[in-house]
């Protein structure tokens, strides 16, 4: 095929920027090329920031992108940048806040004008194609004939964007309790939705984030409306059309608040985190649904997003043949050829019907009870349901698996990967399975080979042989953050040093001695409007929540009082926000439960450690960072022991040493 059109974006490796390769519009990629050719030219710059599964990216692309008469226009008056958010999400971070500053919504596609300088003057998201053309000619026009006009907006927003990422030292004194917690937690219900589970509002996202929190809130206040939100959540996502019931994993978020109808993109940072979350919960109420889930999940991010070398990709996009979730439905009449006389059982459990569950003809599985109850209704027996259904779905998998099947996003990003090992980390240790294990240590080595650079810091970006784009602050949290994982369910001391090491390159990277947080950006990279500081816990915890949890950790590992400090300062500092919107804060709020509850350090000695470590961790025991006897990391010296042995610690005293797993639970307890 030849393609009448190409752009300096042909030369990029992104899935998303090369969808962009062939369009009229003359994009560049981020850089000096382009920033300097609007000063040259004294022309605006267009920003449009995307990624390779955004529906709505793609529907823009087809009607103005791809459009003439829109390149035309473009072309003349501005010089137009192409982002990918995922790769850059230093940028995206800056002009998101750009656009909730002028706004008060963002979402993607991100579209910004700013000035040569890069200073912005205009945020939004989707446009049709005539709106955006007017859009276009009307700040042109204002660009030649008022330019003081928009230099004193982009000062304005360029201030603001400053004031909304302030944060200052606290100096006073902070002392933080359950009562506080609780304060917050009871605040925080009124967003819960107690039916469907999530948050009470449409469109609806998985918060991990917060489920994890929640998750170790309750190990110690055994509140039970909070495990019951969990249930519902974990039960009504697993049973919405927002799981994928025959291939497993999580679409990004359902349109409703029932989780019906997903926005069927499938990222690699939502398996990860679900995955854990899931697993966790299993191993609280050993409920076989949850799983079910971790099983399915990981059979699919194995199946579909796994590299040759070990690493994960990125994501799936939502659309196929050019319509959104076209993979993923089904019209009754599909489903009754497939099954055949199997068909109406089916339909009835998962809601198909002739006119749709969702528009016109088309239908999403969705399940609205359990599967003992729909037994009973039908005269089954559960496990011969439970036969029928794995054999009905089997079937359509397999009649699926010919679809055209949606886009792959190939690039493997570092922090992204440190999500997914978590989960498979965390899946290890609830279910027992070996081949977890086995999973998350090669995606480590890669990451290891290909990501750590000799200097010590770590790529963003892994696509072919090599690393692109100096890693951000999550990149360095979340790596640190499931090495730590990795050394206490392998005793491989190697993962934990690394981790420290990885520690300490941040520190002298990306530390800022005035508030003793850190910048998202290292400090050795050119600035942009701002030098950002992550600090809100979102879809993915904020890096600085990581960190601060890593610090916390490292420090009980070696005995470290002036990183405990710094742990606790970096929490300080948020106090305030916390208070006011802990929901936003979850990550966080897992620290601070390390404050009001401290930790215990759990030493393994002797033979049968690794089994006995295995054994205690199938547990959920949130607050016991495990490890082995060592010379290298400061806990663990002096704790030898030819036979099986438990030192458990505290505030760097031991107790004397224990010989069974229920010994070390009852002296928890007390």
């Known amino acids: 095929m030849t393609n009448t059109y190409t752009n300096a974006l042909i030369g990029e490796t992104s899935p998303y920027l090369l969808m962009h390769a062939h369009n009229p519009v003359n994009w560049y990629p981020w850089g000096d090329s382009a920033l300097n050719k609007a000063k040259e030219n004294n022309k605006l710059l267009v920003i449009s920031v995307g990624y390779a599964a955004c529906h709505w990216c793609h529907v823009m692309e087809h009607e103005s992108f791809s459009s003439e008469d829109v390149a035309g226009l473009m072309n003349e008056n501005f010089v137009s940048i192409k982002i990918?958010?995922?790769?850059?999400?230093?940028?995206?971070?800056?002009f998101m806040d750009v656009a909730h500053l002028t706004t008060g919504k963002g979402g993607w596609p991100l579209n910004i004008i700013?000035?040569?300088?890069?200073?912005?003057?205009?945020?939004?998201?989707?446009?049709?194609?005539?709106?955006?053309?007017?859009?276009?000619?009307?700040?042109?026009?204002?660009?030649?004939?008022?330019?003081?006009?928009?230099?004193?907006?982009?000062?304005?927003?360029?201030?603001?964007?400053e004031r909304m990422d302030f944060v200052g030292l606290v100096k006073d004194s902070v002392l933080f309790t359950d009562v506080e917690m609780y304060r917050i937690i009871e605040r925080w219900k009124t967003n819960l939705d107690p039916v469907w589970g999530g948050n009470n509002q449409a469109p609806k996202f998985p918060m991990p984030v917060e489920y994890n929190f929640l998750l170790s809130y309750f190990q110690k206040n055994k509140q039970s409306d909070i495990i019951k939100y969990i249930d519902t959540s974990l039960t009504r996502m697993a049973w919405g059309g927002?799981?994928?019931?025959?291939?497993?994993?999580?679409?990004?978020?359902?349109?409703?608040?029932?989780?019906?109808?997903?926005?069927?993109?499938?990222?690699?940072y939502d398996q990860g985190q679900l995955i854990e979350v899931y697993a966790k919960a299993y191993q609280l109420t050993k409920n076989p649904l949850y799983k079910k889930v971790?099983?399915?999940?990981?059979?699919?991010?194995?199946?579909?997003?796994?590299?040759?070398?070990?690493?994960?990709?990125?994501?799936?996009?939502?659309?196929?043949?050019?319509?959104?979730?076209?993979?993923?439905?089904?019209?009754?009449?599909?489903?009754?050829?497939?099954?055949k006389e199997k068909a109406d059982l089916f339909c009835q459990f998962f809601n198909i019907f002739s006119k749709g569950n969702w528009e016109e003809g088309k239908?999403?599985?969705?399940?609205?009870?359990?599967?003992?109850?729909?037994?009973?209704?039908?005269?089954?027996?559960?496990?011969?349901?439970?036969?029928?259904?794995?054999?009905?779905?089997?079937?359509?998998?397999?009649?699926?698996?010919?679809?055209?099947?949606?886009?792959?996003?190939?690039?493997?990003?570092?922090?992204?990967?440190?999500?997914?090992?978590?989960?498979?980390?965390?899946?290890?240790?609830?279910?027992?399975?070996?081949?977890?294990?086995a999973d998350a240590i090669e995606a480590s080595v890669f990451i290891e080979e290909k990501a750590l650079r000799e200097d010590g810091g770590l790529w963003r970006s892994l696509k072919g042989e090599s690393g692109s784009i100096n890693g951000f602050l999550d990149d360095y949290a979340l790596l640190?953050?499931?090495?730590?994982?990795?050394?206490?369910?392998?005793?491989?001391?190697?993962?934990?040093?690394?981790?420290?090491?990885?520690?300490?390159?941040?520190?002298?990277?990306?530390?800022?001695?005035?508030n003793q947080l850190f910048y998202?950006?290292?400090?050795?990279?050119?600035?942009?409007?701002?030098?950002?500081?992550?600090?809100?816990?979102?879809?993915?915890?904020?890096?600085?929540?990581?960190?601060?949890?890593?610090?916390?950790?490292?420090?009980?590992?070696?005995?470290?009082?002036?990183?405990?400090?710094?742990?606790?300062?970096?929490?300080?500092?948020?106090?305030?926000?916390?208070?006011?919107?802990?929901?936003?804060?979850?990550?966080?709020?897992?620290?601070?439960?390390?404050?009001i509850y401290q930790n215990y350090e759990l030493v393994i000695c002797g033979e049968g450690k690794e089994e006995a470590a295995k054994q205690f961790l199938a547990d959920f025991n949130p607050y016991v960072f495990v490890a082995s006897e060592s010379r290298n990391i400061p806990i663990s010296v002096n704790k030898e022991s030819s036979g099986l042995k438990y030192f458990l610690c505290q505030n760097n005293t031991c107790n004397l040493p224990m010989d069974t797993k229920l010994e070390v639970l009852e002296k928890i307890q007390e």
Request: glycine share 6%; hydrophobic share 40%; charged share 25%.
């Open 84 to 94: 990918d958010r995922e790769e850059r999400p230093d940028l995206d971070h800056v």
């Open 114 to 161: 700013a000035l040569p300088d890069g200073r912005p003057v205009f945020a939004g998201t989707y446009f049709q194609k005539r709106q955006w053309i007017n859009l276009l000619r009307e700040i042109h026009i204002i660009h030649r004939s008022q330019p003081a006009k928009l230099n004193e907006l982009a000062e304005q927003i360029k201030q603001g964007v």
């Open 242 to 268: 927002i799981y994928d019931h025959l291939g497993g994993g999580f679409a990004r978020y359902s349109v409703d608040k029932l989780w019906k109808i997903p926005h069927f993109e499938k990222m690699l």
């Open 294 to 339: 971790v099983e399915e999940t990981v059979a699919f991010v194995n199946r579909e997003l796994k590299s040759a070398e070990g690493g994960y990709y990125a994501s799936l996009d939502a659309d196929s043949e050019g319509e959104e979730g076209k993979f993923y439905i089904w019209t009754k009449q599909e489903i009754e050829k497939v099954l």
């Open 363 to 437: 239908n999403v599985l969705f399940q609205t009870e359990p599967v003992a109850s729909f037994a009973e209704k039908h005269g089954l027996d559960e496990n011969q349901l439970n036969d029928y259904l794995s054999d009905c779905k089997q079937k359509l998998f397999e009649e699926r698996a010919m679809r055209e099947r949606p886009l792959l996003d190939d690039k493997i990003l570092t922090s992204w990967n440190a999500i997914m090992i978590k989960g498979l980390v965390q899946a290890y240790q609830a279910l027992g399975d070996s081949g977890y294990l």
């Open 480 to 514: 640190i953050d499931v090495w730590i994982d990795l050394y206490q369910v392998t005793f491989e001391e190697k993962w934990l040093l690394k981790a420290s090491e990885l520690c300490e390159y941040v520190s002298a990277h990306f530390f800022n001695d005035d």
């Open 520 to 595: 998202y950006t290292s400090v050795s990279d050119a600035p942009l409007l701002v030098r950002k500081t992550e600090l809100s816990d979102n879809v993915i915890p904020a890096s600085n929540s990581v960190m601060a949890i890593n610090i916390y950790r490292l420090s009980k590992y070696f005995v470290n009082k002036e990183a405990y400090h710094t742990a606790f300062q970096m929490l300080k500092n948020l106090s305030g926000r916390i208070d006011e919107q802990g929901k936003y804060y979850a990550n966080w709020q897992r620290l601070k439960l390390f404050f």
